[in-house]
């Protein structure tokens, strides 16, 4: 049986870094990852990025290294991703975040409104309302993180939470803070336009939990292989037909309705950046499915059917 040889250099200055001697032809990028960091301890596997090119992708870390174009002396190239830290730990920090903050106003906290206003409740029951639905979201987003999402990669670059959790706690204040005011003003069209915020509310955080239930159901535990989501017998997952990326759509019919619930200008600002943001990564996970599926179904479009 032939061994490889396997050269890695670094992508920038191209100095040699490593050498492996008698490679496994069987072996997997994610092998070469762990031996190349007993001679370099500082970058463990998840820091690394190995590519054919300078310039190129990162390889997979089930790629094996005889089905890639090297020849038997293989040339990689590093780039240091720098510190890493788990998905489920950012996730887990971010969404905490913004539930303990939301509360803080909720109670009206000393130092937020004035002594004066020091631990009241509000007299308006959408208060209450729009309270115990963001805690209900949170709460929601926590035990899926727990107990549902399984993840393609488990980390994440260090500085991604500094960035995530200065958006969801920052916002998570600010619409905190004038939903929970001694002078909120409640919607213009009183209980039915609450009821009707409401219903779309829970009609979408149901419809955003069957599909994160669906996806769950397409990777086996410890896989990271991927398959073209269907729609499954459960009703909510049939947007599946018009789009790719479901869970974002109904994410973002929440955020509407909690929008139309509180009639808050923050509220909608946060909608607003949330749906710029996800349809950018629908787009991306799109474009994803496109190139690696013949028969991906044409009809789909990334987050709002026909349009987007």
Known sequence: MKHYEVEILDARTRDKLCFLDKVEPQATVADIKNLFSKAHPQW????????????????????VLQSLPVGTTATLYFRDLGAQISWVTVFLTEYAGPLLIYLLFYFRVPFLYGPRYDFTASRHRVV????????????????????????????MPLRNIFKNCTYYWGFAAWMAYY??????????????QVKLALAVFL?????????????????PAGSKTRKIPYPTRNPFTWLFLL??????????????????????????????????????????KHRSYLREFRDYPPLRSPIIPFLL
């Open 44 to 63: 463990y596997p998840a820091r690394q990025s190995l590519r054919l090119d300078p310039k190129g992708r990162s390889l997979k870390d089930e790629d």
């Open 128 to 155: 209450h309302l729009a309270c115990c639905c963001h805690s209900f979201h949170y709460v929601k987003r926590l035990l899926e993180t727990l107990f549902v999402h399984r993840f393609s990669h488990g980390t």
């Open 179 to 192: 939903i929970n005011h001694p002078l909120y003003t409640p919607p213009a069209y009183g209980d039915d």
């Open 203 to 219: 009609f979408c955080q149901l419809g955003n939990f069957s599909i994160h239930v669906a996806l769950r159901n397409l990777r």
């Open 243 to 284: 789009v790719s990326c479901p869970n974002y759509t109904y994410e973002v019919g929440s955020w509407i309705g909690f929008t139309i619930m509180t009639q808050c200008l923050p509220v909608a600002l946060f909608s607003l950046v949330g749906f710029v943001q996800m349809a950018i990564w629908a787009q991306g």
